[in-house]
């Protein structure tokens, strides 16, 4: 037994649905361990309570984005953040997680110390003052991106007189009733701008350098929602996500296998949403669907704004930004108010804390994934990345509840490291794997810092769920890769291995 134990017995980094679902998961399944959150923000949410553009809310079904042990009851399942913040607050109340939470703690810096058989962790208060935890195991719920910097295209605004802001840092009461305002970009961010900002601006234009595909469902799963009127809500939840589950997996396998006929059902919606005159090269990518992720129209919100003249889609590349608006190299001008730079989120890793490992610092682009959870010959740490094929939590979820089954292992054998082992023997056999098959622009921006990835299991980030489910639920925690040692005399165990494969 270690002289004196650490602080807690996991550690959580961020209060968003990855840190938040870790807490509730090991309340339910790892009820001897302790824990704590540090949430670096005043408020709980992530994502959700960061953003504040207009009509920000999901891009996937709650029923998926929703965790598996606790039912989406709202109406839509297309949800907007308020609707997902109470959702969070909810269960974090219900469950007596709050309490729990420590906000304005921002972690700076994690250094694992084998002889310990724990991290010290160094966090930064919002005083500016800095504290330091301790904790046996460490689990990054931080995020896939940079909180602090998004992406930044290198825009020369020169002689606009306008206002520009990024969706990220969106200014509090921004008054643009009677604007014209263009948002830059194609994504999920500007889709969902555009329509949210046509019912007060004059005129709103989505400028995208390239087109990005498009699909409309109703914001209501009236499946759901009848399932939810005559059965139980756990079972009716369970039903309606297996439900949604399966047409992810068929729709992304689909237009994978059978691109054109993708196609041609997404072509066939939009021009039932616009009519038959429709620019159809403005909604024809330069790829195939699910070469990047589809983008969600719900209730053909964005097709009516354009119906109604108070939305357009203008393809063209920025020649300058002048006086009046945006001059295009077509030589055109788009006369702008309001310029909104939807271009895009900046990758970081591990919320860009300073990781160690007995002092010494941890390249994350050198290691491999070890189940998408945990990372090869680094001790007890696990992180979530959610899929891009499908929706976050559905990651997050079965990360949780395999870190829980390890921390009970642990606990049951006494031991306090627990180490994906890859000695270099073996990782000179592995055949690497593109971590990422998707052409999206802040995707092979970051992959230069992304972890590697192998062609076979365990040694990768995989992206097919279903199949994930079954492996990380079924598959023996001893599989000969993982170690479970003890701190002290025991506790080089993992590093001999190594070395005695050198």
């Known amino acids: 037994m270690l002289a004196t134990p650490p602080d807690f017995d996991v550690l959580i980094v961020g209060a968003g649905i990855s840190g938040i679902g870790m807490a509730a998961h090991m309340t339910d399944k790892s009820p001897h361990h302790s824990y704590a959150i540090v949430e670096q923000r005043e408020n709980l949410g992530g994502t959700w309570d960061l953003f504040r553009y207009p009509g920000i809310r999901s891009d996937s079904d709650m029923h998926t984005l929703g965790f598996d042990f606790e039912p989406w009851r709202h109406e839509k399942s ?113 889709v969902t701008i555009v329509p949210s900002m046509a019912d007060k601006a004059a005129h709103v234009t989505m400028l995208q350098r390239t087109p990005t595909w498009m699909f409309a469902r109703p914001a209501k799963d009236k499946i759901a929602n009848f399932l939810r009127k ?67 129209v719900p209730d053909d919100d964005l097709f009516r704004a354009m ?3 108070k939305a357009s889609v203008v393809t063209g590349h920025i020649a300058a930004f002048e006086k009046g608006g945006v001059r295009l190299q077509s030589g055109d001008l788009i006369e702008a108010d309001i310029i909104v730079t939807a271009t895009g989120l900046k990758l970081a890793i591990a919320g860009k804390i300073a990781i160690s490992h007995n002092g010494e610092p941890v390249q994350f682009h050198e290691r ?33 509840d395999y870190v829980c089954r390890v921390l009970n292992h642990m ?6 490291i627990a180490t994906p082992v890859l000695t270099p023997a073996d990782e000179g056999k592995i055949v690497e794997d593109d971590i990422f098959d998707f052409s999206s622009g802040y995707i092979q921006r970051g992959k230069a810092i992304m972890p590697k990835n192998a062609i076979d299991y365990p040694w990768r980030l995989n992206q097919e769920y279903v199949v994930d489910r079954k492996r990380m639920a079924s598959d023996p925690l001893l599989d000969g890769l993982l170690t479970f040692t003890r701190a002290g005399a025991n506790a080089q165990e993992a590093e001999e291995q190594l070395e005695a494969a050198e």
């Open 411 to 416: 606990r049951a054998t006494g031991s306090d």
């Open 230 to 296: 005559i059965l139980p809500d756990k079972l009716a939840y369970r039903i309606t996500r297996f439900k949604n589950i399966k047409l992810q997996d068929f729709s992304f396998k689909m237009a994978r296998n059978k691109p054109q006929k993708v196609k041609d059902a997404l072509y066939k919606g939009i021009e039932k949403a616009l009519g038959p005159g429709y620019d159809k090269a403005s909604f024809t990518p330069p790829y195939d669907p699910w070469d990047q992720r589809l983008c969600l």
């Open 368 to 400: 491999y994934y070890y189940k998408g959870c945990m990372f090869s010959n680094l001790p007890n740490l696990a992180v979530v990345f959610g899929y891009l094929n499908a929706s976050w939590t559905l990651r997050a979820d079965i990360n949780s």
């Open 307 to 309: 119906k109604a003249g």
């Open 78 to 190: 297309i949800a907007d953040a308020p609707s997902i913040l109470a959702y969070l607050n909810k269960i974090v109340d219900e469950r007596g997680i709050r309490q729990n939470i420590r906000f304005g703690h921002k972690v700076i810096s994690a250094d694992f110390r084998n002889d310990e058989a724990r991290w010290h962790v160094e966090m930064e208060k919002e005083d500016g003052s800095r504290t330091h935890l301790t904790a046996n195991f460490l689990y990054l719920g931080s995020g896939y991106y940079d909180y602090d910097e998004p992406y930044d295209p290198g825009f020369d605004f020169g002689e606009f007189e306008g206002q520009v802001l990024h969706p990220q840092f969106w200014p509090k009461d921004l008054d643009y009733t009677g604007k014209k305002v263009v948002v830059v970009g194609s994504g999920a961010t500007a």
